[in-house]
T-cell receptor
Framework: DAGVIQSPRHEVTEMGQEVTLRCKPI?????LFWYRQTMMRGLELLIY????????DSGMPEDRFSAKMPNASFSTLKIQPSEPRDSAVYFC???????????FGQGTRLTVV | AQSVTQLGSHVSVSEGALVLLRCNYS??????LFWYVQYPNQGLQLLLK??????LVKGINGFEAEFKKSETSFHLTKPSAHMSDAAEYFC?????????FGAGTRLTVKP
């Protein structure tokens, strides 16, 4: 397996634009996590899915953020409208179980100008 | 609810010296504990994990961690630091459906 695949690796966008981040988890993994990493706040869990169903989205900062998992092999994290304070590295991770090892993608570095 | 605290956001050691990164956790159920490492501009990768089989866990790159229930600790150690160990290290506690990351400790290795 190629591991968790995220796209794009880098995204630069203007304030107010919609941004969509994509993630392909490892085949067979039932859990998918979205994290955001910044210097100020460290690594934050935004949302996670179990069998494509959102379980805990309490980490989503505000309504501008939304995440979907239409099937077991694809998830998106959307920010609309984007703001400069959303600039961060966004990681997607997947695991076989909630207590198992999580495999991380390489991350998407988002810059909102 | 569970949480994890990493003591010291930055640790600096000399090459060849002992590495000790501290982690304390709280959990209402027997926890699963992990250490992840993040090298610059990369994603996180698993260093080692504790799943109740043995209290002393050996991981990759010569790292190990000891689970001490009485102290609710899971400190990460390596006898001799190498320049390539410079990275950020995250302690993670997990129960049935939730993984919680510590704030991270950035390790610097001086020549």
């Amino acid at each position: 397996d190629a591991g968790v695949i995220q796209s794009p690796r880098h995204e630069v966008t203007e304030m107010g634009q919609e941004v969509t981040l994509r993630c392909k988890p490892i085949s067979g993994h039932d859990y998918l996590f979205w994290y955001r990493q910044t210097m100020m706040r460290g690594l934050e869990l935004l949302i996670y899915f179990n069998n494509n169903v959102p379980i805990d989205d309490s980490g989503m900062p505000e309504d501008r953020f939304s995440a979907k998992m239409p099937n077991a092999s694809f998830s998106t994290l959307k920010i609309q409208p984007s703001e400069p304070r959303d600039s961060a590295v966004y990681f997607c991770a997947s695991s076989l179980s909630g207590v198992g090892e999580a495999f991380f993608g390489q991350g998407t570095r988002l810059t909102v100008v | 609810a569970q949480s994890v605290t990493q003591l010291g956001s930055h640790v600096s050691v000399s090459e060849g010296a002992l590495v000790l990164l501290r982690c304390n956790y709280s959990s209402s159920v027997p926890p699963y504990l992990f250490w992840y490492v993040q090298y610059p501009n990369q994603g996180l990768q698993l260093l080692l994990k504790y799943t109740s089989a043995a209290t002393l866990v050996k991981g990759i790159n010569g790292f190990e961690a000891e689970f001490k229930k009485s102290e609710t600790s899971f400190h990460l150690t390596k006898p001799s630091a190498h320049m390539s160990d410079a990275a950020e290290y995250f302690c993670v506690v997990s129960d049935q459906d939730d993984m919680r990351f510590g704030a991270g400790t950035r390790l610097t290795v001086k020549p």
